[in-house]
């Protein structure tokens, strides 16, 4: 071979291997949101807590990004789920209220028809798409994940203490479970496969049915939403779990769904899928903090769910990708409502432009910029704006705890505290920075001005 074959040869296989390569960057990834319920910052290892052993998700907060200012949409369930599901504040399509915080079995009102959930754009774009777990959307036909872009959906149609015997006191119901207090069904896209869910093994088969869809769609793009319905009271865990951790009750599910998510990376090694797959692992809201130690940690943070304390919206969160996520420990600001747009920009997807979206593209953080991609998060309750961080600051204007009989706080001057240095939110330092104050004031001004009315869903009856 003389030299200018050798140079050909070599051109040739740099442009070849060049080719694989934008061919391999090019090509669609696949989405897995594991969404957990009423799971607090503080109940995590990796997040600091002392005597609960969630070595997988370690390993998955090691390999990839620990997210440690990532919020979600609302501080209780249905409102979360809207946010996730669309990238748009509840606020914007009627499913959050003042007078219901979440969906119940007798609600006549879901995630309208007329919204784009992240399941239905990708589906438009050659993704199947999958709905295991709980949903509490809308339990009407037309408000059912099928409905809403899934191809596929099985589990239950809202929260695991619903359908409860009504002989049986609620608090006692939660506190001291039994399998015979609680008749929610467990479904497979209409059909009801356990007219009585078996709630011990909802964890075990939800992952089942996980690793079962990967293995069936790992030749094609898809999308799963794994929405556990723990360690949301009643806390139920399999046989295997029972006793194994030190925190009790609590611990044992968390550490059944650390096994999960185990479970669930395991099979996209096993099917050659980790390098072009984004797992997402988040939760809804902060720990249940009134049913005491059938309730999550906060950690460090205040307060819990309902609240709009740092500890009912700020969650734990994991990114891991190996291929398409940096690893590292992420300080900027995300939000589940980043999700949706997140998820458009690495499939080369334009976002509707009929609508307004309150989430940003992340992908820059993902692969490892530190240039934040938002600025604000936004804290509602129900209808009503409690709070907004802006920066490293956050404004209280109204102040309530997130259960109880403590009347709600109106701040003719706003709380305002340093969540860098203070993220337990207990010095005030407003009289130090009016400026601030002014600045997120107009912020909010300017965000109320894009809102139009809608029909609150939570309100149908």
Not at 89 to 96: D, E, Q, T, V
Not at 140 to 164: A, C, I, V, W
Request: proline share 6%; hydrophobic share 35%.
């Amino acid at each position: 071979m003389n030299l200018n074959q050798l140079i050909i040869l070599v051109f040739g296989l740099l442009v070849t291997s060049g080719v694989e390569a934008e061919s391999i960057r090019k090509e669609k990834p696949n989405y897995i949101v594991i969404f957990c319920d009423d799971l607090g910052y503080g109940d995590l290892g990796s997040f600091g807590h002392p005597t609960i052993r969630t070595p997988n998700l370690d390993k998955m907060a090691e390999e990839g990004q620990k997210w440690t200012n990532f919020y979600v949409s609302s501080s209780v369930c249905t409102p979360s789920r809207a946010g996730i599901m669309t990238g748009r504040l509840p606020i914007r399509n009627g499913m959050c209220s003042d007078n219901h915080r979440v969906i119940f079995p007798e609600s006549k009102g879901g995630l309208p028809e007329s919204e784009i959930t992240f399941a239905k754009i990708l589906s438009d774009h050659g993704y199947n798409t999958a709905c295991i777990g709980k949903w509490h959307l809308g339990h009407e036909p037309q408000f059912l994940p099928t409905s809403h872009g899934f191809d596929y959906f099985y589990g239950l149609k809202y929260s695991n203490d619903m359908d409860r015997d009504p002989n049986i006191d609620y608090w006692k119901s939660c506190r001291h479970p039994k399998q015979e207090y609680f008749q929610i069904s467990l479904y497979r896209n209409h059909e009801i496969v356990q007219e009585q869910a078996i709630q011990t093994e909802l964890t075990k088969n939800y992952t089942k049915e996980a690793i079962a869809y990967i293995e069936k769609n790992k030749d094609k793009p898809f999308a799963l939403y794994l929405a556990h319905a723990m360690p949301h009271v009643p806390l139920f865990r399999s046989d295997e779990f029972e006793g194994t951790s030190k925190r009790g009750r609590y611990g044992d599910v968390i550490e059944e769904l650390d096994w999960s998510v185990g479970q669930v990376l395991k099979a996209l090694r096993d099917n050659g899928l980790e390098k072009k797959t984004l797992v997402v692992f988040t939760s809804d809201n902060g720990p249940w903090l009134m049913f005491q130690s059938h309730g999550g940690s906060a950690g460090l943070l205040s307060g819990g769910k309902g609240s709009t304390y740092e500890g009912g919206m700020r969650v734990p969160t994991v990114f891991w990708g190996p291929g398409i996520v940096e690893p590292g420990v992420v300080m900027e600001m995300g939000s589940t409502l980043d999700l949706f747009p997140t998820f458009c920009a690495l499939s080369g997807i334009d976002l509707p432009q009929d609508r307004i979206y309150d989430g940003s593209d992340l992908s820059p953080l993902l692969q490892g910029g530190h240039e934040p991609v938002r600025n604000e998060i936004i804290y509602y309750r129900g209808t009503k704006i409690y709070a907004v961080r802006k920066g490293k600051y956050k404004a209280h204007f109204l102040t309530k705890s997130g259960y109880g009989g403590d009347p709600l706080v109106v701040h003719e001057t706003p709380l305002l505290y340093d969540l860098e240095v203070d993220p337990a939110e207990r010095f005030d330092v407003a009289s130090e920075h009016p400026d601030i104050i002014e600045e997120i004031k107009t912020f909010v001004d300017a965000h109320r001005s894009t809102l139009k009315p809608v029909t609150n869903q939570l309100d149908l009856y």
